[in-house]
Structure formats: structure tokens, C-alpha cells
């Protein structure tokens, strides 16, 4: 038997655990929806547009696409800050964002924002584009909040924004967003990620198995129907399901993950 303590990269002869739900680049899948909203954020970003938006379900993998633009950004073009847990004040989330990018804050707001706008001006000056990322935007614990990131974008000049913001949420960000006119109207690019089809849950597992393994056929294919059926095509649940089949498998020493093993294990989850 085997010890339950040690991952099961061995048995399957794996080079890493391919279903972890953390959101590593490695792991990304170019499936339709999601190299569509690449597209989209990439092109908003390289063409320096206020603000970009990018909603999705939970767990569809907004963060994975958002560490995916991060990772193609190149350092000596791009002055890239991530804000991951937006939920503070409004002075809370200057502070953070000044933090970000290397920043030291200030008491004042103003003098917040004049030094924002300095590295933002000497970036532009050195042909560096100044990008700004808040996952997990739906949390902003007030319009305010919002507020304070409209303004962002009113460094500019004559021919362009000093900056790129870039709002990545659940699906409820939307309608925070509708209902401040003055923010909505400036969203440039808009992209949508939802639950992965059944076609789409067979790419999706069998890319990320390929990133680490040369083997092809450690899920039958009623198996991952059966993962689909159970986890609605949600990423997250897809993660979930596949690694406690992975490892089930491996203590109980199958030759592969079948229907049977999916079903068993998805009744426990």
C-alpha cells in the first residue's frame, strides 16, 4: 500500500501535480473562451486603453488568465502592479496600490497621488507602459473604492493614459460597475469567462496532464465525461476532482482513472 504522505507524481510518472488549484502559467489551457479574452485584455493592454474588465464564475479561472498576462508582459516594457485582496477603505487601496509598485505612501492624498504620477510620467518618458491589476474586484468595499480607481486613469496626456487598469471579478463586478455610470463608461475592452463545455473539459484535462507527463491515456474518456457531468465544467471543481482521482488511484494501484473511480470519488466530495 502505498503511503498516503507522498504525492502520487511517481506512480503516474508525473513531473508535477497538474491539477493543483493555485494559478500557475504552466497550467494554462488555450481553450476558445479563454485565448478570446487573452486576446482582448492583451490588445487593450498593449494599445494602453483606461480600463479593462474581465469577469467570470467562480472558480473559471480569471486569476490563472490574469497570472497568464502577467507572465507575457516583459519587464523592460511593461511596470506591472498587482493588487490581489482589494477589500480595504479607499485610502487602504491608494496605499496598496503605491505599494505595488514599489512605492513608499504618504500621509496626504495628494501627496499620494502626485507621487503615483511621477513614476507613472517617468515610466511613459522611458517608454514603459504602467499597468494596474485588481483581482478579485467584485470585494471593493465601497463605490468609493471605485471611485478612487476611475481617478487613476485621469493620469494621461494629450495622446494617451499614463495608465491600464485592469478589473478582474465574479460575475457581480458587473453590476457594481453598471451602477456607477462614470466608471462604466469608461471600460474600453469587456471579456466573459464561463463553465468549460464538455468538448472544452477534455482539452482542459488533457492539456494540463500533457504538461507533465508524456502519457495520454491515465483518464479514459467516460472518466472525464463523468468529471464534466459532476463538476459542471467549473475549473475549480475539474482541479479538485481530477487530483483526488489521481491519488485514489495511485493508493489503490489502478492502471487508469475510469468512470467507476470518478463517480465513487465525486459521491464523497
Not at 504525492?7 to 481553450?31: E, H, Q
Not at 451602477?179 to 475592452?189: D, K, M, S, T
Request: net charge neutral; hydrophobic share 40%; with cysteine.
Amino acid at each position: 500500500m502505498m503511503n498516503v504522505e507522498v504525492d502520487y507524481t511517481r506512480y503516474w510518472g508525473l513531473s508535477a501535480l497538474p491539477f493543483d488549484n493555485v494559478p500557475d502559467p504552466r497550467f494554462y489551457v488555450s481553450c476558445s473562451q479563454h485565448e478570446t479574452a487573452h486576446r482582448w485584455l492583451s490588445y487593450g493592454i498593449h494599445t494602453g486603453k483606461g480600463i479593462l474588465l474581465l469577469t467570470g464564475d467562480i472558480g473559471c479561472g480569471k486569476t490563472l488568465l490574469s497570472r497568464r498576462l502577467i507572465v507575457g508582459m516583459m519587464p523592460t516594457r511593461y511596470d506591472v502592479a498587482l493588487v490581489a485582496n482589494p477589500a480595504l477603505s479607499p485610502s487602504e487601496l491608494l496605499d496598496e496600490v503605491l505599494s505595488q509598485f514599489g512605492l513608499e505612501p504618504v500621509r496626504s492624498k495628494a501627496g499620494r497621488l502626485q507621487i503615483l504620477n511621477e513614476r507613472l510620467k517617468l515610466n511613459a518618458q522611458r517608454g514603459i507602459h504602467s499597468v494596474l491589476i485588481v483581482d478579485e474586484a467584485q470585494s471593493i468595499e465601497s463605490n468609493k473604492g471605485f471611485e478612487e480607481i476611475r481617478l487613476l486613469t485621469n493620469f494621461q496626456l494629450n495622446d494617451r493614459f499614463l495608465m491600464t487598469v485592469v478589473l478582474i471579478g465574479q460575475p457581480e463586478l458587473r453590476h457594481r460597475v453598471g451602477g456607477i455610470p462614470q466608471l462604466n463608461q469608461r471600460i474600453a475592452v469587456r471579456a466573459h469567462l464561463s463553465p468549460f463545455t464538455a468538448e472544452e473539459t477534455m482539452l482542459y484535462i488533457a492539456s494540463r496532464m500533457k504538461a507533465a507527463t508524456d502519457r495520454t491515456d491515465v483518464f479514459t474518456k467516460e472518466a472525464i465525461a463523468a468529471i464534466y457531468e459532476h463538476s459542471k465544467g467549473i475549473g475549480r471543481l475539474i482541479n479538485a476532482l481530477c487530483d483526488q482521482c489521481l491519488f485514489a488511484g495511485a493508493i489503490e494501484h489502478t492502471v487508469q482513472v475510469d468512470d467507476r473511480l470518478v463517480l465513487r470519488i465525486g459521491q464523497v466530495r
